[in-house]
């Protein structure tokens, strides 16, 4: 299996510009979340899936940030317009079950930088 | 509601001591914990995970974590250290409470000293 799938791997832009943040899951994995890790913050998630269905984006910071997942194979995170502050990395994530004890598989990430 | 503490940001060892990582969780119902390690530049990858079966859990790469209720710890083990266990480690707690959504501790950078 080739793993949580996420691009561009690293992303450098200028603050005002539209960024757009992609996300294959693990082919069978029912939900997806997306998560921002900063030095200051630690790890947050953002929002996630069930079925392709958003649950809780109570952890998106501001309405800058949308995210969507039109199918099962993919989703789009996007930050319009990008601040320097948006700069972290952006990890993705799947799971096949949607119940806490099944095992969340991360992605490599994306590293992002607002200048 | 669900929160975690690491209660040391940084732990430096040398190669072929134990390593021993702690970890205290709050959590309102039957908590499922997980540790996850971080290698620079890397994702996250599961070591191991308690869902209430056997209080001791075994991990890949030798690691392990015992499961204490009356303590609320999580404490992560492993015998003996090696060069490749430098990364940094994450205790992660979920419950139903907070609808199947993983709250993660602040993290453990850990240093191998050769």
């Known amino acids: 299996d080739a793993g949580v799938i996420q691009s561009p791997r690293h992303e450098v832009t200028e603050m005002g510009q539209e960024v757009t943040l992609r996300c294959k899951p693990i082919?069978?994995?029912?939900?997806l979340f997306w998560y921002r890790q900063t030095m200051m913050r630690g790890l947050e998630l953002l929002i996630y899936?069930?079925?392709?269905?958003?649950?809780?984006d109570s952890g998106m910071p501001e309405d800058r940030f949308s995210a969507k997942m039109p199918n099962a194979s993919f989703s789009t995170l996007k930050i319009q317009p990008s601040e320097p502050r948006d700069s972290a990395v952006y990890f993705c994530?799947?799971?096949?079950?949607?119940?806490?004890?099944?095992?969340?598989?991360f992605g490599p990430g994306t590293r992002l930088t607002v200048l | 509601a669900q929160s975690v503490t690491q209660l040391d940001s940084h732990v430096s060892v040398s190669e072929g001591t134990p390593v021993l990582l702690r970890c205290n969780y709050s959590s309102s119902y039957s908590p499922s914990l997980f540790w996850y390690v971080q290698h620079p530049n890397k994702g996250l990858q599961l070591l191991l995970k308690y869902t209430s079966a056997a209080t001791l859990v075994k991990g890949i790469n030798g690691f392990e974590a015992e499961f204490k209720k009356s303590e609320t710890s999580f404490h992560l083990t492993k015998p003996s250290a090696h060069m490749s266990d430098a990364a940094e480690y994450f205790c992660?707690?979920?419950?139903?409470?907070?609808?199947?959504?993983?709250?993660f501790g602040g993290g453990t950078r850990v240093l191998v000293k050769p």
């Open positions: 899936f069930n079925n392709n269905v958003p649950i809780d």
């Open positions: 992660v707690v979920s419950d139903k409470a907070a609808g199947n959504k993983l709250t």
């Open positions: 082919s069978g994995h029912n939900s």
């Open positions: 994530a799947s799971r096949r079950l949607a119940v806490v004890t099944d095992t969340q598989y």
